[in-house]
């Protein structure tokens, strides 16, 4: 099995960019540090051919929004901070209002800000590249906006059948400490010969309660699973509109199964593994229903806030000179049978 680590030129907004692909035999992966380190793509061998796991725009080329394609990174918080306002340490902060709303503020600075490769390297098994963002270095625009500077480093590790992020979270900053929550928003898609759609997905999510949401924020309230979003028995996507929050601290072990999802009866499933760091996962369904987001959060949407009401959130906070370090592994299982005794929601049987 070959393993190597490349570049090569790929057009953006009329710019030759530097992209750097991955290969561990049939797998292969591309990674874009001038847009976010996003791996934009993920290759890998299906039952119906080599097949791309990762949903991209259309139009990513000419228009490459950063936060709806491929894997963003979500850093310094994942998802919303309600109105963009937060209070710490003695000072409130106003961060820019950029969600489709235009009233809060979404994903934090990571995924808008080109990052620094700093080593790429091959293993016995598995290929990697690591990137790092700064805020005082690689986004000095936004460092005010928030309490301190920090230093986030993302290592892509690619095997021939998973994709593993490796985080780590550095207080930089010689006085300040450091809030912050971190998350992965990969759009999925589950190869079914030439379908790119939805509906016949299936998902199994291992939570415990569903975060009550108004207008995608938090109340503050969590509660027992509906039945409608009740995934902890695996069920058909269907033709529902999802934009749910799930919670579950898990276990204290290395790595464990937050989610699995997969595409009718076809054979393959994608795993979702997480380190105990990860307690929220945000299921979404974009309106294009191309791709399932199954989106692994250390914290909550607008945990800076819920956390000033004594609210556990999951919001992090790190002395100067800690850090703090999170894994999280995707799994590719070629050949693995969907599960037996799926829940299949009346608009999706009989469509096969």
């Known amino acids: 099995m070959s393993?190597?680590?490349?570049?090569?030129?790929?057009?953006?907004?009329?710019?030759?960019?530097?992209?750097?692909?991955?290969?561990?035999?049939?797998?292969?992966?591309?990674?874009?540090?001038?847009?976010?380190?996003?791996?934009?793509?993920?290759?890998?061998?299906?039952?119906?051919?080599?097949?791309?796991?990762?949903?991209?725009?259309?139009?990513?080329?000419?228009?490459?929004?950063?936060?709806?394609?491929?894997?963003?990174?979500?850093?310094?918080?994942?998802?919303?901070?309600?109105?963009?306002?937060?209070?710490?340490?003695?000072?409130?902060?106003?961060?820019?209002?950029?969600?489709?709303?235009?009233?809060?503020a979404i994903h934090g600075f990571a995924p808008r800000h080109p990052w620094r490769v700093v080593e790429t390297g091959v293993g016995e098994d598995s290929v990697f590249i690591r990137g790092e963002f700064q805020a005082s270095i690689d986004a000095p625009d936004c460092r005010m906006l928030w309490p301190a500077d920090y230093k986030l480093s993302l290592t892509y590790r690619l095997s021939a059948t998973t994709l593993r992020a490796e985080v780590i979270v550095q207080n930089v900053d010689a006085r300040k400490r450091l809030p912050f929550g971190f998350g992965l928003h990969p759009y999925f898609q589950v190869p079914r010969g030439e379908e790119r759609d939805i509906t016949n997905n299936w998902v199994e999510a291992r939570t415990a309660a569903l975060w009550i949401l108004e207008d995608s924020l938090p109340t503050g309230e969590r509660s027992a699973i509906p039945p409608g979003l009740d995934f902890r028995t695996p069920r058909h996507i269907g033709e529902q509109v999802i934009d749910a929050l799930y919670s579950d601290k898990g276990e204290a072990v290395d790595l464990?199964?937050?989610?699995?999802?997969?595409?009718?009866?076809?054979?393959?499933?994608?795993?979702?593994?997480?380190?105990?760091?990860?307690?929220?996962?945000?299921?979404?369904?974009?309106?294009?229903?191309?791709?399932?987001?199954?989106?692994?959060?250390?914290?909550?949407?607008?945990?800076?806030?819920?956390?000033?009401?004594?609210?556990?959130?999951?919001?992090?906070?790190?002395?100067?000179?800690?850090?703090?370090?999170?894994?999280?592994?995707?799994?590719?299982?070629?050949?693995?049978?969907?599960?037996?005794?799926?829940?299949?929601?009346?608009?999706?049987?009989?469509?096969?």
């Open 256 to 352: 464990r199964m937050m989610a699995r999802m997969g595409n009718g009866g076809m054979p393959g499933i994608l795993e979702i593994w997480i380190s105990p760091e990860f307690r929220e996962l945000l299921l979404f369904t974009p309106p294009h229903r191309r791709a399932l987001c199954l989106e692994p959060y250390t914290c909550a949407t607008d945990a800076a806030n819920l956390w000033m009401h004594q609210i556990d959130s999951g919001w992090r906070i790190l002395e100067p000179g800690q850090s703090q370090t999170a894994l999280c592994e995707f799994r590719w299982r070629a050949d693995a049978p969907p599960p037996l005794g799926m829940y299949t929601p009346p608009e999706v049987a009989g469509n096969d």
């Open 3 to 104: 393993f190597q680590v490349q570049t090569a030129l790929r057009q953006s907004c009329g710019r030759d960019l530097i992209v750097y692909e991955l290969t561990a035999g049939s797998a292969s992966a591309e990674i874009w540090p001038s847009h976010g380190f996003n791996c934009l793509h993920w290759r890998v061998a299906a039952a119906s051919g080599p097949a791309d796991l990762l949903y991209v725009a259309p139009d990513w080329e000419t228009n490459p929004i950063p936060t709806r394609s491929g894997i963003p990174v979500l850093f310094p918080f994942p998802n919303r901070i309600r109105q963009g306002r937060f209070h710490f340490a003695g000072r409130d902060y106003q961060l820019h209002l950029n969600d489709s709303s235009g009233k809060n």
